[in-house]
């Protein structure tokens, strides 16, 4: 699985953003996938995550203001971001976990800068 992130930039406090992760493979339509960040100096953690079946879970952070996604026909999982703070900003990271084969697949990151 190949995993290609778009849709970073700079965005002021309170703006919106978009971030696309398109995947390579036949088997998206099975794999969960994730987005993860890594802010400066601080260990990557877990932003949401959505089931092949579509069900979805958020850290508390941005639980209400993200909204993770995913087209099969696009092999393609988003990350809605509303009402973005400056605590936000981080690289934002695609994950895909190959369930036949326990692996784990990570995009290249994507930058969100938030501007207070």
């Known amino acids: 699985v190949q995993l290609q992130a778009s849709g970073g930039g700079l965005v002021q406090a309170g703006g919106s953003l978009r971030l696309s992760c398109a995947a390579s493979g036949t088997i998206f339509s099975r794999t969960p996938m994730a987005w993860y960040r890594q802010a400066p100096g601080k260990q990557r953690e877990l932003v949401a995550s959505?089931?092949?079946?579509?069900?979805?879970s958020y850290a508390g952070a941005v639980k209400g203001r993200f909204t993770i996604t995913r087209d099969s026909a696009k092999n393609t999982v988003y990350l809605q971001m509303n009402s973005l703070k400056p605590e936000d900003t981080a690289v934002y990271y695609c994950?895909?976990?190959?369930?036949?084969?326990?692996?784990?697949?990570w995009g290249q990151g994507t930058l969100v800068t938030v501007s207070s």
């Open positions: 959505i089931t092949s079946g579509g069900s979805t």
């Open positions: 994950h895909a976990f190959r369930l036949d084969t326990l692996t784990n697949f």
